[in-house]
C-alpha cells in the first residue's frame, strides 16, 4: 500500500508553448521539469493541451499530429524512470469514441492515468466541440498516496459539476490546466470562478494558466491558488514565463499550501499594453519575421503601435516609413521623425506623389467628367500601401497594419491601402484607448520592453485632432462623432449587443446611433479581409463576433 504523504511540491509551469512544434514544446517541458527537480519538486503541472500548443484547431484531425503528442507522452513518461518529479501535462489523443483534450499524470516511467475534458467550450474564441469529444465525469488520480482531481479548463466554468463529483469521490487538491485567453479584467473573472469551485468542493484549488501569443489570443499566465478556506496561496506573474514549486502539506482538515508569492497584477492600459506586446512579439517570432515594418504618419495610431513594435523585438528589428503626399502636414512630419528618434528605429520617407499621379493620369479617361471624391483619396492609402508591400517582399519585413477597433468598426479604413500588413496590435483597441495607452506608455517603462524609456510618443501626437490627411484640412470628427461618443456607442453595439433603444436612452442621439450601426454592419467584408491583431476586449472582430456580411437586419 502507498504511503500516504504529509507533504506535497508542486512545481506550476506557467510556460510559452508554439501550437504545432510538438518536439519544441516536448523541450519546455523537459526544462520545466529539470528546473522542479532542482527545487526539489515532486510533481510538475503544465498547462492545458501544451504538448500540442493551444488551441490546435483543426491540428487535430491528422492523425499524424496526434501520433507526434502520443510520442512525446510517451518520451515524457520514460524520464520520469529517473525518480526525479512526476508531470501532469496537456495532449489531444485520439480514443474509440473520437479525439479528446486529455492530460497525462505521469510518474515511475510510466502513464498512471489518462482523463479527457468534460465540459467542452462552444462560444466566444473556442470551438472545441468542431473537434473533440467530452470525456466521461472523471474520478482522482492517486498520485505517490495522494488523491488529485485535475478538472481541466472549462470543466471548472461550467455548470457540470465536475469538481463536485471529484471532492465526492475522494478528491484531496483539485488541480486545473487551463487555457485562458486574456481581456480586460480576466483575472479577477477567473479568482470568482476559482472561488465558487472551492466553496462548493471544500477543497483546494491550483490554477495553472499557459503564456503565450497564439494568433489573435494571448494567455497571460498569472497562475495562482486559494487553500480551502478561500485565502489566496500564491498569486504567479502575468505576461512571464515562470515557473514556482508551491508546498503543500496535508493537515487535519485537509491539505494547505504554505504561503507563497503575491505577485502585484497589472491593470487597466498597463495590463492591454503588456497583452498587445506579448501578442505582437509572439506572432512576429514565431512565424518567422526578421524584421517589421509600419507606416509612420505623424499620427497617434501609427504612433503607438511603433512603440509596441519596438518594445516587444528591439529597435534594430523595425523599419518606419513615412509616405507624403500633398497633403502631409509639416507638423506630421516633424512628429513622425521625433517618434522614430525617440524610438530608435530606423526612419525613411518616401514620396507618394509621382506614383498617385501616375495612376491618376492612366485613369484619366475612365475617370473623365467625373468628380474627384473618395476614390482618389484611398488611391493615395492604396500607393502607401502598395510600396510597403513592396518594402516587404523586398527585405522579409512583416507589415504592420495600424487602424483601431473604432475605425474597423465604421469601415473608414481602405482595403489593400492602410489595410495591408500581416498583424495589427491595436485592432482591438477603440480610439480612445489608443489615447489612454500612448499616455501611460509615456509614463512607463513595462516589465521585458526592449524600447527606451521616456516620451517615445511626442506630446504633439496625442494633442491634435486626428486625421487621415486625404485632402486639405481633413480630420477624423468631418464625418464622425466625436471619438468618446463613437467608442461608447461601438461597445454598446459590439460588446454590449444593445439595443438603439437603449443606447439612446444612455443620452446618444437617435439619428448618430442608427447611423453608426448601419456603418458597423456595412463594414463587415472589410473585417473579413484584415489582418489578425491582438484580442483585448471581451469581444473582438473575427473569433468572437462573427456576423453575416450578406445583412440586411437594421434596428428600427
Known sequence: MTPRPDTLRIAVAQFNPAVGDVSGNLAKVREARADAARQGADLLL??????????????????????????????????????????????????????????????DGRIIAVQDKVDLPNYGEFDEKRVFTAGPMPGPINFRGVRLGIPICEDIWGDLGVSETLAESGAEILMVPNGSPYYRGKVDIRHQVVLK?????????IYANQLCGQDELVFDGASFAFNADKTLAFQMSQFEETLYVSTWRRRADGWRCEEGPVSQIPTGEEADYRACMLGFRDYVNKNGFRSVILGLSGGIDSALCAAIAVDALGEERVRTVMLPYHYTSEESFSDAAACAKALGCDYDIVPIAEPVEGFLAALSETFEG?????????????????ILMAISNKFGSMV??????????????TLYGDMNGGFNPI??????????????????????????????????????APSAEL????????????????????????????SVDDIVARGHDIATVHRIEHLL????????????????????????????????????
Open 427 to 464: 485592432k482591438d483597441l477603440y480610439k480612445m484607448q489608443v489615447y489612454g495607452l500612448s499616455a501611460w506608455r509615456n509614463a512607463h517603462v513595462p516589465p521585458g520592453a526592449l524600447g527606451p524609456s521616456g516620451e517615445v510618443i511626442p506630446a504633439n501626437i496625442i494633442s491634435k
Open 370 to 386: 467625373t468628380e474627384s471624391g473618395v476614390t482618389e483619396e484611398n488611391l493615395q492609402s492604396r500607393t502607401r500601401g502598395t
Open 197 to 205: 469551485q472551492v466553496i462548493e468542493s471544500g477543497l483546494p484549488m
Open 400 to 413: 504592420v497594419t495600424t487602424g483601431n477597433k473604432s475605425e474597423m468598426s465604421v469601415g473608414y479604413a
Open 46 to 107: 503544465m498547462t492545458e493541451l501544451f504538448l500540442s500548443g493551444y488551441p490546435p484547431e483543426d491540428l487535430v484531425l491528422k492523425p499524424a499530429f496526434l501520433a507526434a503528442c502520443l510520442s512525446a507522452v510517451e518520451q515524457l513518461a520514460a524520464d520520469t524512470a529517473d525518480g526525479g518529479p512526476g508531470i501532469v501535462v496537456g495532449f489531444p489523443r485520439q480514443g474509440k469514441e473520437g479525439r479528446h483534450n486529455a492530460i497525462a499524470v505521469l510518474d
Open 471 to 498: 485632402r486639405p484640412n481633413q480630420t477624423d470628427q468631418d464625418s464622425l462623432p466625436p471619438y468618446p461618443v463613437l467608442d461608447d456607442i461601438l461597445e454598446c453595439l459590439v460588446e454590449g449587443e444593445m
Open 521 to 556: 454592419y456595412l463594414a463587415e467584408y472589410k473585417r473579413r479581409q484584415s489582418a489578425p491583431g491582438v484580442k483585448i476586449t471581451k469581444k473582438n472582430f473575427g473569433r468572437d463576433r462573427r456576423y453575416p456580411i450578406t445583412n440586411r437586419y437594421r434596428d428600427r
